[in-house]
């Protein structure tokens, strides 16, 4: 098998190639976008590699010498090949299934409402939805290509970010608690004298939501801690108390009757995202991130 340090410079040999199939140096720098004079230097620097010469004056255009067409055989139907196997390659990353990681909350209340017109607007996406294994991760699923997270300032550097809105949050109960009626007519201290539920995952979020009501910190005592959002907002539809969520995560519960939001939501520091590593998977991710966006 040839060392890579065997080959000559290949963009001098993509220039050479050009140049030998067009039969002509402006032609060819204007198929590879550059100046006249870069490809032949590209040229020239590979007759001084090889040690022969390839192209030939003729006339006002070029012919190829015996060294020049037979290097010209054999790179351009190298290049061809190389073609072909990039083609076969998009089109079966185009064939293979989008993969989205998406927590098992966000997924359930906010993404699967959505997700019969996202696949029948975006057919060609051929989305497959899995969760990650918690509900704040934003690392990718290692069989995922994207993910759909809530997600605070700095973001990952080996990710691209596209955002899709502004996370909300604020405190959410059942309309069947006891004090239900109570405190849809009081102001937002007094959910303090509430059991207040919480998940392991977002210990900040009451505190959070506090300091944006320029409630005393020190007010806060937590009643029950939850492994994960779902759980939480199942022990709040039950009645076990109050519990604190993204607007996006509790709008259709809210919109069904299961949940109250007497105080509303205000906005946190985090975003919702959709994640893709660098230079991977780029239109599609782009085609999903603005289909997200308009349905927000």
Known sequence: MLNHFNLPPLNALKAFEVSARLQSISLAAKELNVTHGAVSRQVKQLEEYLGVTLLAKHGRG??????????????NAAFA?????CLDIRHQIQQAPFVLACP???LARWLIPRLEQLQSDLPDLRLQVITNTGDDSHL????????????SAPYPDDMQVYPLDNERIGPVL?????QARVLQQTNPRQVFNEPLLFTRSRPQAWPDWAKAQKLPLESITYAQEFEHLYYLLEAAMAGLGVAIAPEHIVRNDIANGR?????????????????????QHEKRAEQLAQWLVDNI
């Open 62 to 75: 070029i012919k190829l010498t015996d060294s020049g067409t037979h290097l010209y055989e054999a790179s």
């Open 81 to 85: 090949l190389i073609h072909h196997a």
């Open 104 to 106: 098992g909350s966000l």
């Open 140 to 151: 990718q699923q290692t069989d995922a290509n994207a993910s759909l997270v809530f997600l």
């Open 174 to 178: 059942s309309p069947f608690y006891p």
């Open 259 to 279: 949940l109250i939001a007497p105080w509303g939501f205000v906005e946190t520091s985090a975003k919702l995202v959709l994640l893709t590593r660098k230079g």
